[in-house]
């Protein structure tokens, strides 16, 4: 047990799939894994552990934003000896060829800051997906036929940005879409010579304003667990 999971020794596997919902940790483990098992719950912070096509894998959710992902995400890594983080969660599109349902692979992550930043000081360290994985995911989603665009995100501080200076910077520099966890998942898992993967489902776009009705947002999500899950498992 660590200060924020509650799982005991041997019931994290080595491959964790990190989606920010915790409630989406627990649809994801009921869908997807074979006798799934609660293993976390510790401040509402869901954690499942099961079995996919005969591989253990743990879903476990980070929270929003990357100080809520560095906790979770050092403490599997360091306490019980993950291997593989893979981060599934939703983005808002910031190129008009990314569409509403499209799936994205961060290659690499631009960040304003991130929790590690005072680790690199001045160096703007550019933190970039396992190529392995990223490879794996790429062709698990050319099999499955889904919308899938592969090269660099943004990953924010803020939900409610107001910056729209910065988003045309980032657009015009071909950033495809942003969300808030990636950079730092990146960051550690350069640091700690673990897997990383960030697979994420556009849900908006701020461009067009278009946005996934709540309503189909879980069953949209379904093809980047798929992805995520052959990429760990090829």
Aim: with cysteine.
């Amino acid at each position: 047990m660590t200060i924020h999971i509650g799982a005991k020794p041997g019931e994290i596997a080595p491959t964790v799939l990190m989606p920010g919902d915790p409630y989406r940790a627990r649809w994801a483990a009921e869908t997807f894994l074979d006798s799934p098992v609660c293993v976390n719950e510790v401040r509402g912070m869901l954690g499942y552990t099961g079995t996919w096509r005969g591989n253990p894998v743990t879903i476990h959710g980070s929270g929003m934003g990357m100080p809520s992902l560095s906790i979770y995400a050092n403490e599997l890594i360091r306490d019980y000896g993950v291997q593989t983080l893979i981060r599934v969660g939703s983005a808002g599109a910031m190129q008009p060829q990314v569409k509403i349902r499209d799936v994205v692979l961060a290659m690499a992550a631009t960040s304003l800051t991130s929790p590690s930043r005072g680790i690199f000081r001045d160096l703007n360290f550019a933190p970039c997906a396992d190529f392995g994985l990223l490879a794996a995911a790429h062709r698990a989603a050319s099999e499955a036929g889904v919308g899938m665009h592969v090269g660099n995100i943004y990953s924010s501080d803020v939900f409610y940005d107001e910056r729209p200076d910065l988003n045309e910077i980032m657009t015009r520099h071909g950033v495809l879409c942003v969300e808030m966890e990636t950079a730092e998942l990146y960051h550690l898992c350069a640091r700690h010579g673990v897997r990383g993967l960030a697979v994420l489902t556009i849900s908006d776009h701020l461009l067009t304003h278009e946005a996934l009705p709540a309503a189909d947002r879980q069953s949209s999500f379904g093809a980047m667990i798929e992805i995520a899950l052959r990429a760990a498992f090829p």
